[in-house]
T-cell receptor, first 114, second 119 residues
């Protein structure tokens, strides 16, 4: 069975500092990995995905993520955080054996302080 | 292009009632998936529909059901509501279920959700 772990419930960072949100995964086959962000009372917004190719994936709003197969990790990063980046972030994996189903991590709340 | 729309946005029901939620996917998207989001269980997959057929189902009781119409719009129904069914129900659409190579590579785009409160 596939699974995703986001080890930090909350990440606090000062505006302008680098932001990292951690994600590790477990799948039986090749992983397709996704990051989504959720603002209060809103649905999930797609940030980026890793399917194949370069391990460093660039996405929306200046976010990027690095796929590390040996460590089974897909950490989300942003070089300089903004107050508006404060939100709930979800990592998700799709295992080909499970079809189109996404399995999500528990989410990490990011708080960027001015 | 309009995004995924869900109606209603908010709903209050009492235990034992039933509820129907609606989802209109992005134009051209044929796959629709449903997820339940609760503080305790997080985001959990309910089911996926493609070409009016349920392709995949999560671990939920039979009280949860869904369907998809020929225009790809989808509905989910919850019968005999329980307090624990209070949640944000999210619908996601993607363009197609598989690539020509048989792989699922499409991104799922989510709607704003329907917040259901069961009293």
């Amino acid at each position: 069975a596939q699974s995703v772990a986001q080890p930090e419930d909350q990440v606090n960072v000062a505006e302008g500092n680098p932001l990292t949100v951690k994600c590790t995964y477990s799948v039986s086959g090749n992983p397709y990995l996704f990051w989504y962000v959720q603002y209060p009372n809103r649905g999930l917004q797609f940030l980026l995905k890793y399917i194949t190719g370069d391990n460093l994936v660039k996405g929306s709003y200046g976010f990027e993520a690095e796929f590390n197969k040996s460590q089974t990790s897909f950490h989300l990063k942003k070089p300089s955080a903004l107050v508006s980046d404060s939100a709930l972030y979800f990592c998700a994996v799709r295992d080909q054996a499970a079809g189109n189903k996404l399995t999500f991590g528990g989410g990490t709340r990011v708080l960027v302080k001015p | 292009k309009a995004g995924v729309t869900q109606t209603p946005r908010y709903l209050i029901k009492t235990r034992g009632q039933q509820v129907t939620l609606s989802c209109s996917p992005i134009s051209g998207h044929r796959s629709v998936s449903w997820y339940q989001q609760t503080p305790g269980q997080g985001l959990q997959f309910l089911f996926e529909y493609f070409s009016e057929t349920q392709r995949n189902k999560g671990n939920f009781p039979g009280r949860f059901s869904g369907r998809q119409f020929s225009n790809s719009r989808s509905e989910m129904n919850v019968s005999t509501l329980e307090l624990g069914d209070s949640a944000l129900y999210l619908c996601a659409s993607s363009r197609q279920a598989r690539t020509s190579g048989g792989e699922y590579q499409e991104t799922q785009y989510f709607g704003p959700g329907t917040r259901l409160l069961v009293l």
